[in-house]
């Protein structure tokens, strides 16, 4: 698992043996552009059991400019979740204790306006069957690019956005 920083990939194709390097915006010189346009500590949960894929995708969403919230056990997670006030959940579909779907089922059970992306190197096809009962909100298919990454999120926000409770106390979707 590697970050190819000159594509901004998530890839497990050429798969190293050692923790992989630190992306640091000041060591670079580049901050990603997109960075400058977030809002301060948008909040977004990253489950997955993979520390490399949770690892990494963690340190790219930090460099566009988000607060996360990393676990490897989706029972934690979901557990953190309840407890604390996040916007967005990113979570791999297969992991012990509940998959993804699981996941997001729970989830939307308590807070249906949180948006849930399932991220998978699964085939679409095996995917469909899943997708339909509505509980994943995106899906972004491994190996992904930090720009791939960037586009679902700010979708997955605007979606936020939009499903806003009708008044206070509501859960209401609002379309």
Do not use: C
């Amino acid at each position: 698992m590697y970050l190819n920083q000159t594509r901004g990939e998530i890839s497990n194709a050429n798969a190293i043996k050692t923790r992989p390097r630190e992306v640091n915006p000041e060591a670079t010189g580049k901050i990603p552009e997109q960075s400058w346009n977030r809002e301060v500590n948008k909040r977004i949960l990253v489950v997955d059991d993979d520390w490399m894929i949770r690892d990494m995708t963690s340190k790219l969403l930090n460099l566009l400019g988000y607060a996360v919230f990393a676990f490897e056990d989706s029972l934690e997670a979901l557990s953190f979740f309840m407890k604390n006030d996040t916007e967005v959940v990113l979570t791999d579909l297969m992991m012990p204790g509940l998959n993804g779907w699981e996941l997001a089922r729970n989830i939307k059970k308590y807070t249906p306006d949180v948006p849930v992306i399932l991220m998978t190197g699964t085939e679409k096809e095996i995917l469909k069957e899943g997708l339909i009962e509505g509980d994943v909100d995106f899906l972004l298919i491994k190996p992904f690019r930090m720009k791939q990454l960037d586009n679902v999120v700010n979708e997955a926000f605007k979606t936020k956005a939009m499903r806003k409770p009708a008044y206070p106390g509501s859960h209401q979707m609002v379309r």
